[in-house]
């Protein structure tokens, strides 16, 4: 094996842990966020002089978790291309002349994409869910209440 083999092995390699670190954290965020959420509804619910300034808060907070996500979602994606090019060059594909750039082609995906990117990871089941039973369950409590 080559030295440029090597290095596009490590790098193919690092990628694919990085990706999946997004996914396990992800799905730990998910929980913590829909147990706590879960959590303080019922406590919020339970006290009749409770603000609507909490549910508010609590509706702000969640909203936030949910770009965020989509935002990681964004940066693991960028990735794809990569990992991709990394993939074919070793099943005899394209051949890669220069290992470790994965950085500044995930940076100009991600320039690329933009705003545009953002949005369309926000709207993907996988990443809204649990957010908007969240947000459909603090309604629902602020109109039962």
């Not at 730990?28 to 829909?34: E, F, Q, S, V």
Request: overall charge positive; some cysteine; charged content about 20%.
């Amino acid at each position: 094996m080559s030295n440029l083999d090597e290095a596009l092995q490590k790098e193919y390699l690092h990628l694919s842990a990085v990706w999946d670190d997004f996914d396990r954290r992800v799905l730990t965020i998910k929980g913590w966020t829909a147990a706590g959420s879960i959590a303080a509804m019922f406590a919020w619910a339970s006290k009749p002089e409770a603000s609507m300034g909490f549910a508010v808060g609590l509706a702000v907070l969640i909203v936030a978790m949910w770009v965020l996500e989509a935002q990681w979602k964004v940066f693991q994606h960028s990735n794809g291309s990569r990992i991709d090019a990394l993939e074919a060059h070793f099943a005899g594909g394209a051949q890669l002349t220069c290992a470790f750039q994965s950085h500044a082609i995930s940076r100009r995906i991600r320039e690329k994409w933009g705003l545009r990117g953002l949005l369309k990871w926000f709207g993907k089941p996988f990443v809204w869910i649990p957010y908007v039973p969240l947000l459909v369950m603090i309604l629902l409590t602020i109109f039962i209440r």
